[in-house]
């Protein structure tokens, strides 16, 4: 097979995804990149690995050509807090990466991944039940940049015949690697302070209601739908997926179920309550279910015992 590479692969989804493609498709057929080199001991012989800047051209053309890449997972972007920090950095980023991708995804004739957003949408869009053909204009760059790039793939595929496929993917809950300057963290810090704490400051009202994942399911998500048969796929590109929709205070009374003692208290961060109130509460991921038989398998219940128990293993102090 031709293979895989994937950008972006020190961050949140890609400590992930690596692994799990490694395992799915023999580690001899997977290359993992990021602007940062693998930190001192993590070196594997037999794993690929690429320090690569994909707003360089040259590079990624070098690395696509030299592996004989047939399918990228392009991870790298800012997410919404940083970019909202950082718009111009954000746009460059985000903007100038996937247009490269696509670019070198088209002469090599490579399959590509591109993860949009719930951030895609804005305050026009219906909260409840979002659509997944509905109206998009985002208040936030991360925004700007995850309706352009979905625009751009469709474009890439309808006009060059690109095999550019995506998913709008909510907040994502992990315990291998830490997400970063993202809306949606809280979801993911609330469980490092439980743990560590028993309380948690969120920066978010108690009752902002927002589309989770747990990674397992998103993994598996991306796999899927790089997998689906074309001819069944009607959207192929930025499919509204979800798992559960929550809020800060029912997440955190589900922790309480298996930490009675642990409280959370507010402390709103007005940039990042902003962006989550101009994103969905809950998307209609119907299109993703009949096109490509997604269904995912952890909700809040089998979520927080799996991350409580996962996380406390982790953070258990080496004796
Ligand atoms: C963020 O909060 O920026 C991301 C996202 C929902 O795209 N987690």
Not at 20 to 49: K, T
Not at 302 to 307: H, K, L, R
């Amino acid at each position: 097979m031709r293979k895989i590479l994937v950008t972006g692969a020190l961050g949140q989804i890609g400590q992930e995804l690596v692994p799990a493609l490694r395992d799915r498709y023999g580690a001899a057929n997977i290359v993992a990149s990021d602007i940062r080199s693998l930190p001192a001991g993590e070196e594997n012989a037999d794993d690929m690995f690429e320090v690569l800047d994909c707003t360089k051209a040259q590079q990624v053309e070098d690395v696509v050509d030299r592996h004989d890449i047939g399918c990228v997972y392009h991870l790298a972007a800012l997410l919404s807090a940083t970019a909202e920090d950082k718009p111009q950095a954000a746009w460059r980023l985000n903007m100038d990466s996937l247009y490269l991708m696509l670019e070198v995804a088209r002469q090599f004739d490579c399959a590509l991944f591109f993860p949009s957003s719930i951030g895609a949408f804005g305050p026009t869009t219906p909260r409840n039940e979002t659509p997944q053909d509905t109206i998009q204009r985002p208040t936030t760059m991360y925004g700007v940049t995850k309706v352009a790039g979905e625009l751009l793939c469709d474009y890439y595929a309808k006009r060059f015949g690109v095999d550019a496929r995506g998913l709008r993917f909510p907040g994502l809950i992990s315990y291998v690697a830490p997400p970063g300057g993202g809306t949606t963290d809280y979801s993911v810090e609330i469980f490092y302070q439980a743990i560590r704490d028993r309380r948690y400051t969120c920066p978010l009202k108690p009752d902002t209601r927002l589309d989770m994942m747990y990674m397992p399911d998103a993994i598996r998500a991306m796999i899927e739908l790089m997998e689906a048969d074309p001819s069944d796929l009607t959207h192929r590109n930025a499919f509204n997926v979800t798992a559960m929709n929550v809020t800060p205070e029912e997440l955190a009374t589900e922790i309480c179920k298996h930490m009675p003692d642990f409280v959370i208290d507010y402390d709103i961060d007005p940039v990042r309550q902003a962006i989550a109130d101009s994103w969905p509460r809950a998307m209609d991921d119907s299109a993703a279910r009949s096109e490509w038989h997604w269904a995912p398998r952890y909700d809040l219940s089998a979520m927080t015992s799996d991350m409580l128990e996962k996380l406390s293993a982790k953070l258990k102090p080496a004796k």
